[in-house]
């Protein structure tokens, strides 16, 4: 076959037109059949048909699952980090409609770390000469900004790590009102996402703690409490 002959999508079948390959590891995606790839998923062309096939399905039951998500917690002004406390999970996007973008959940457990990084770009401030050249001022001075950036480390099955912006446009002024503002909240986002982390592993460890059996004070039944302390054939409270 030639270098320029058609070839067909392994998944929808049709042609694919010049320049509308999206090679894989032993097949061909197509770009529509493509756009439903996670925007997370990283190196495409490593992945086989079967992989990608998987993927798709895993990107089908997710957009079910998004139904079902009710934010409880929203952070940020541009990318955004949702939670949903009372389903386990949460997703970060930049998208108005995160359904219709059909942005990844990931749970809770899935959230292995988190880190704040704050990018410092410098440019120096020089000044017009009689003879209309620049010269640095003695000492030198400078202009500075800064950009905050997020990432999110997961085992999630199909990405290790989100990266995000926190401020669109850089901010001016270490110690500004700009800069404080930005400041606070990609704290806000870093120690929550952080905060999951350290909660599910605290409620693995309770949860891998011997349980103790007890006298229940209302039915008189030899009992061990249940996550919320109730006794298992009355409900009643059981203990302080």
């Known amino acids: 076959m030639g270098l320029f002959d058609k070839k067909n999508c392994d998944f929808c079948g049709n042609k694919i037109g010049l320049l509308g390959n999206r090679k894989l590891s032993d097949g061909n995606m197509c770009k529509d059949c493509a756009k439903g790839i996670s925007p997370y998923l990283?190196?495409?062309?490593?992945?086989?048909?079967?992989?990608?096939?998987?993927?798709?399905?895993?990107?089908?039951a997710n957009k079910e699952r998004l139904e079902k998500f009710s934010p409880t917690r929203t952070f940020g002004l541009n990318?955004?980090?949702?939670?949903?406390?009372?389903?386990?999970?949460?997703?970060?996007?930049?998208?108005?409609?995160?359904?219709?973008?059909?942005?990844?959940?990931?749970?809770?457990?899935?959230?292995?770390?988190?880190?704040?990084?704050?990018?410092?770009?410098?440019?120096?401030?020089?000044?017009?000469?009689?003879?209309?050249k620049e010269e640095s001022y003695n000492p030198p001075r400078y202009r500075y900004e800064y950009a905050f950036w997020i990432t999110v480390h997961t085992n999630h099955p199909w990405f290790d790590q989100i990266k995000f912006r926190v401020n669109p446009q850089n901010v001016r002024e270490r110690g500004s009102v700009e800069y404080r503002d930005t400041e606070r909240q990609a704290n806000?986002?870093?120690?929550?996402?952080?905060?999951?982390?350290?909660?599910?592993?605290?409620?693995?460890?309770?949860?891998?703690?011997?349980?103790?059996?007890?006298?229940?004070?209302?039915?008189g039944a030899t009992t061990i409490p249940d996550q919320s302390g109730r006794c298992e054939y009355c409900s009643a409270a059981v203990g302080g």
């Open 79 to 132: 990318t955004k980090v949702h939670v949903d406390d009372n389903m386990g999970c949460l997703l970060i996007t930049s998208a108005r409609n995160y359904r219709e973008e059909n942005a990844d959940l990931i749970e809770f457990p899935q959230v292995t770390g988190c880190i704040l990084d704050i990018n410092e770009d410098r440019d120096e401030i020089k000044r017009k000469t009689a003879d209309g």
């Open 42 to 60: 990283v190196g495409r062309k490593q992945y086989s048909v079967d992989d990608m096939k998987r993927h798709l399905e895993y990107r089908e």
């Open 188 to 219: 806000d986002m870093r120690d929550a996402l952080q905060n999951l982390h350290t909660q599910v592993r605290e409620s693995a460890a309770e949860a891998a703690k011997p349980k103790t059996s007890m006298i229940c004070p209302s039915c």
